[in-house]
């Protein structure tokens, strides 16, 4: 995913979710993990089992996103994302900024982890 030029870093993050789109993304990297980084998700959170870790540049900590398809389904987990539905009393911090095609993708990836 480009982190071996880090000058480009920046860049490269930006364009995540174009090339998640386009599927211009390494073939090892689902489009709903690109996705996530893309959206800054791993800025809160790790997905231990796709091997995302946290950044650890927010002053807020996530939980480790792991078996969610046990508590979501994919409309729930969708809603909150969007900020449309609470979870046993808490609102999602973040707002999912991204498409609803984008959204969909991510949503699917994530319940597999
Ligand atoms: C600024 C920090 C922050 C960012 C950025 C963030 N989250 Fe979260 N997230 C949290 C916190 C804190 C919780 C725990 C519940 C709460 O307080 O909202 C949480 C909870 C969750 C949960 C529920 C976990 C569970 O076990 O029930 C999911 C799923 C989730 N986040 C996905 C995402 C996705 C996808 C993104 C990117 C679009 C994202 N988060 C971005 C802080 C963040």
Known sequence: MGRSAPTTAALTLGALMLSAA????????????????????????????????????????????ADLGDEYKPCSLR??????????????????????EELELMVSWLLEQ
């Open 22 to 65: 386009s599927g211009m993304v390494a073939a090892d990297d689902a489009p709903g993990k690109a996705i996530f980084v893309g959206q800054n998700c791993n800025g809160c959170h790790a997905v231990p089992a796709a091997s995302v870790e946290k950044l650890g540049d927010q002053t807020v900590t996530g939980p480790d996103l």
């Open 79 to 100: 809603r909150w994302l969007k900020r449309k539905k609470d979870h046993d009393g808490y609102t999602h911090l973040q707002y999912f900024d991204g498409t609803d």
